[in-house]
């Protein structure tokens, strides 16, 4: 009967209070993680709490931001490749846009950085296919690049 | 992650509103006023540029106006026939680089996943998320945006066909990241939440990619490589 008893409080899981581990053993826990801080936030386990659980809350809404602002740094060497060209990035990627090109900013800005003649000569075409479309004010274009013949695109020689 | 990446495409504006042009009227208003300078400070040539940082500069280009119309009528001189011959001429090159091999290393910027890799032969992609393939399998990326060598780059609109390139890849290796926390926390509020995740990822490995045909060709029928009836 005794041991019967003893089982019954140590073994309930439906129990609504759970300790949880001992107090060290939390401490630990926290402490882990400001191994690597500097002073009382270090050792301190009061203090090391606060900056630890605002280091966590960091960590979350910096994972949320991380999309948008890698959007944005592409967004911005697209815009600076299309402007060392002597365009802007609306007429560099509505040029290819219209010519139904999907690629997009991301891929665009790997091939300004390490593929510049593909850049540029994706540029050139931009432009020409920019200007022969009507879009915008023709006179705030500029002259037009060289040596882009814009023609053979559409034309397939068919083999017979 | 994957969740939250989903909802900010959504919510990110799309390439549309990059290419929303506000001033337009404004900048033509003040060109027809004399004393007013014609440039805008959009088109204005960067630091280094002027620093003489850069080899070559084309912002040159940017100061000079846009040759006007010519009042009166004018004959056309027709280059139609001049361009078919540079394009001949162009295509005749790449095709022979081509078929000889000549070209050196590809790059191709493909489609995988939802999103856009720029890829060489010998790379390792790590794809986040569920993704069935499993370890050893051999695929085929065959939504080929670009496909560029050192002299020549052909680009798809929207896609190349797919007897033209072959980019074959390998699966080898599937594991989970490392341990993200999630941290939830309001002050003076009794609430704390903590969640941990790992992502699936999924390493695969660019094997080559082949020009295997030349470009300006037209079949008799087209698409039916590779399918399976």
């Given at each position: 009967m005794f041991l019967t008893a003893i089982r019954s409080i140590i073994y309930n899981e439906n129990r609504l209070y759970n300790p949880g581990p001992s107090k060290f053993w939390r401490r630990r826990r926290i402490l882990r993680l400001s191994?690597?801080?500097?002073?009382r936030r270090r050792n301190c386990y009061r203090i090391a709490l606060v900056h630890v659980q605002r280091g966590l809350l960091y960590s979350t809404i910096g994972k949320k931001q991380r999309s948008s602002d890698l959007m944005k740094l592409h967004a911005q060497r697209v815009s600076s490749g299309a402007e060392e060209l002597g365009m802007n990035m609306a007429v560099y990627r509505r040029g290819l846009e219209s010519a139904k090109v999907c690629l997009n900013n991301r891929s665009l800005s790997d091939l300004a950085i390490w593929e510049p003649r593909t850049f540029k000569a994706l540029g050139n075409f931009a432009w020409n296919n920019y200007a022969s479309q009507g879009f915008?004010?023709?006179?705030?274009?500029?002259n037009p690049p060289e040596?882009?013949?814009?023609?053979?695109?559409?034309r397939m020689k068919i083999v017979e | 992650m994957a969740g939250i990446r989903g909802l900010t495409h959504c919510l990110v504006p799309t390439v549309n509103t990059f290419l929303q042009k506000t001033c337009a009227n404004f900048t033509s208003i003040c060109k027809l006023q004399p004393g007013v300078p014609t440039f805008s400070p959009r088109f204005l040539p960067t630091l280094t540029s002027v620093a003489g940082l850069?080899?070559?500069?084309?912002?040159?280009?940017?100061a000079q106006p846009f040759p006007k119309a010519p009042p009166h009528q004018q004959n056309v001189v027709d280059t139609s026939q001049e361009e078919l011959e540079i394009i001949e001429d162009v295509i005749s090159k790449v095709n022979h680089q081509i078929a000889n091999k000549s070209h050196g290393r590809l790059f191709a910027v493909v489609q995988l996943f939802n999103r856009q890799w720029k890829i060489t032969p010998e790379d390792v992609l790590v794809v986040e998320g569920y993704w069935p393939p499993n370890i050893g399998d051999t695929i085929r990326l065959e939504k080929v945006l670009l496909v560029g060598s050192s002299d020549f780059s052909l680009v798809g609109m929207p896609l190349l066909r797919p007897d033209l390139v072959n980019i074959q890849a390998t699966v080898i290796e599937k594991r989970l990241s490392h341990t993200h926390t999630h941290f939830k926390k309001k002050m003076r509020k009794q609430y704390q939440r903590i969640n941990f995740y790992r992502h699936q990822h999924t390493m695969i490995r660019i094997n080559s990619i082949e020009l295997t045909s030349c470009i300006n060709e037209r079949k008799d029928i087209e698409g039916l490589d590779g399918r399976v009836f």
């Amino acid at each position: 009967m005794f041991l019967t008893a003893i089982r019954s409080i140590i073994y309930n899981e439906n129990r609504l209070y759970n300790p949880g581990p001992s107090k060290f053993w939390r401490r630990r826990r926290i402490l882990r993680l400001s191994a690597h801080y500097f002073g009382r936030r270090r050792n301190c386990y009061r203090i090391a709490l606060v900056h630890v659980q605002r280091g966590l809350l960091y960590s979350t809404i910096g994972k949320k931001q991380r999309s948008s602002d890698l959007m944005k740094l592409h967004a911005q060497r697209v815009s600076s490749g299309a402007e060392e060209l002597g365009m802007n990035m609306a007429v560099y990627r509505r040029g290819l846009e219209s010519a139904k090109v999907c690629l997009n900013n991301r891929s665009l800005s790997d091939l300004a950085i390490w593929e510049p003649r593909t850049f540029k000569a994706l540029g050139n075409f931009a432009w020409n296919n920019y200007a022969s479309q009507g879009f915008g004010n023709i006179q705030n274009l500029g002259n037009p690049p060289e040596g882009v013949v814009l023609r053979g695109l559409r034309r397939m020689k068919i083999v017979e | 992650m994957a969740g939250i990446r989903g909802l900010t495409h959504c919510l990110v504006p799309t390439v549309n509103t990059f290419l929303q042009k506000t001033c337009a009227n404004f900048t033509s208003i003040c060109k027809l006023q004399p004393g007013v300078p014609t440039f805008s400070p959009r088109f204005l040539p960067t630091l280094t540029s002027v620093a003489g940082l850069r080899t070559h500069s084309v912002a040159k280009r940017t100061a000079q106006p846009f040759p006007k119309a010519p009042p009166h009528q004018q004959n056309v001189v027709d280059t139609s026939q001049e361009e078919l011959e540079i394009i001949e001429d162009v295509i005749s090159k790449v095709n022979h680089q081509i078929a000889n091999k000549s070209h050196g290393r590809l790059f191709a910027v493909v489609q995988l996943f939802n999103r856009q890799w720029k890829i060489t032969p010998e790379d390792v992609l790590v794809v986040e998320g569920y993704w069935p393939p499993n370890i050893g399998d051999t695929i085929r990326l065959e939504k080929v945006l670009l496909v560029g060598s050192s002299d020549f780059s052909l680009v798809g609109m929207p896609l190349l066909r797919p007897d033209l390139v072959n980019i074959q890849a390998t699966v080898i290796e599937k594991r989970l990241s490392h341990t993200h926390t999630h941290f939830k926390k309001k002050m003076r509020k009794q609430y704390q939440r903590i969640n941990f995740y790992r992502h699936q990822h999924t390493m695969i490995r660019i094997n080559s990619i082949e020009l295997t045909s030349c470009i300006n060709e037209r079949k008799d029928i087209e698409g039916l490589d590779g399918r399976v009836f």
